[in-house]
């Protein structure tokens, strides 16, 4: 066990740094282990870079059920987007734009849409939940065109009968 979490602890510091390439086979097999989220949590996703979680929405989303999946987007794709959101707003990254989102996380917002259950039920119910602040508005903006860009690029996003299925 103790080797398990040494391997998961190290997939957690590459994915800090990731850039791009394949990914740790450790990391790959997570979504398939029953307790995927403790194991998840040994890696530290909070100090993901913005590629990594990227690439973890990628296997996550295409490799998980909805609800499992809106386990992955609430806690850690809903928590990177919010501390991206928070720095560019205090000035703090270094490569200040203007307060736009990582095109990243953008991107893995759009991935997240494959399963429009877990995306509404993961990202948007929770973001709806907090109080009001100016920087919602523009994320609530940035989300609406991004389900209006993919809706009409693939396929219709069947919202109310998924997202109200418990």
């Not at 389900?147 to 219709?156: L, P, S, T």
Request: charged share 25%.
């Amino acid at each position: 066990m103790f080797r398990a979490n040494d391997s998961r602890c190290r997939v957690g510091q590459v994915l800090s740094r990731y850039k791009s390439g394949p990914l740790p086979k450790p990391f790959k097999i997570i979504p398939t282990l029953p307790a995927w989220a403790r194991v998840l949590a040994l890696t530290h996703p909070e100090n993901w870079s913005p590629q990594g979680c990227y690439a973890a929405t990628r296997i996550f989303v295409s490799m998980m059920k909805p609800p499992q999946a809106r386990v992955f987007l609430e806690g850690v794709l809903l928590d990177a987007i919010r501390e991206d959101i928070r720095l560019t707003k205090e000035g703090t990254r270094k490569a200040k734009n203007h307060r736009k989102l990582n095109v990243h996380y953008y991107e893995s917002l759009k991935r997240a849409l494959y399963k429009p259950a877990a995306f509404f039920k993961g990202i948007v119910f929770p973001l709806l939940q907090v109080r009001f602040r100016p920087w919602l508005v523009r994320f609530c903006f940035m989300l609406r065109s991004c389900v209006i860009r993919r809706d009409a690029r693939c396929r219709k996003l069947r919202l109310l009968p998924q997202c109200w299925r418990k």
